[in-house]
């Protein structure tokens, strides 16, 4: 089976920080995305990648940054965290031999 | 840009009531993917539809492609409290990314 694993459940950081939200997959799949879920908003893409050191930008990249250096990771990097930035963050990889998304179990991230 | 809208966000039904969501998208879908989250869960994949007109069936989930490829329809039969979830739809981006709906919140009610 493939798995999506992201490196905290829950994260609460202060304003201004630094925060990073790492994510690995075990299918060597090419294709990682990095989503924000909020309550009546659904899933909003921030970042994908389709290769190492390859980003794309998704719909809402402000103020996020990501890093592809090796095919299994794809790491999300918040700057400098801001309240508005309280969310739940949702990696995933795509797997092409049955065209489905992988989701790890999310990251909520709460910026005070 | 374009957008994938799902109708309605919010369904409440009494247990053994039919459900259904319903997803449009502002331009042709190359394929249209369901995804289900449970409560306090992520995302799982549930099917993927690529032909126009298609129909496929999970036990008492019916899929449906419109013929014009740009809409498609979720409908579970005789809900279950295991039912419970946010359903959401997603289309292929021109970018190759997945589009997703705002996704359907149903709450069933033993």
């Known amino acids: 089976d493939v798995k999506v694993t992201q490196s905290s459940r829950y994260l609460v950081k202060r304003t201004g920080e630094k925060v990073f939200l790492e994510c690995v997959q075990d299918?060597?799949?090419?294709?990682m995305f990095w989503y924000r879920q909020d309550p009546g908003l659904g899933l909003r893409l921030i970042y994908f990648?389709?290769?190492?050191?390859?980003?794309e930008k998704g719909d809402i990249p402000e103020g996020y940054s990501v890093s592809r250096e090796k095919k299994e990771r794809f790491s999300l990097i918040l700057e400098s965290a801001s309240t508005n930035q309280t969310s739940m963050y949702l990696c995933a990889s795509f797997g092409w031999n049955t065209g489905e998304l992988f989701f790890g179990e999310g990251s909520r991230l709460t910026v005070l | 840009g374009q957008q994938v809208m799902q109708i309605p966000q919010y369904q409440h039904v009494q247990e053994g009531e039919d459900f259904t969501t319903y997803c449009n998208s502002s331009t042709t879908l190359s394929n249209i993917q369901w995804y289900k989250q449970r409560p306090g869960g992520h995302p799982v994949f549930l099917i993927q539809l690529v032909k126009s007109g298609e129909v496929k069936k999970q036990k008492r989930l019916t899929f449906q492609f419109g013929e014009a490829k740009k809409n498609s329809s979720l409908h579970i039969t005789a809900t279950q409290t295991t039912d419970v979830g946010t359903y959401f739809c997603?289309?292929?981006?021109?970018?190759?990314?997945?589009?997703f709906g705002k996704g359907t919140k149903l709450s069933v009610k033993p």
């Open positions: 299918m060597d799949h090419e294709n």
């Open positions: 997603a289309g292929e981006g021109s970018q190759g990314n997945l589009i």
């Open positions: 990648s389709y290769d190492v050191k390859m980003k």
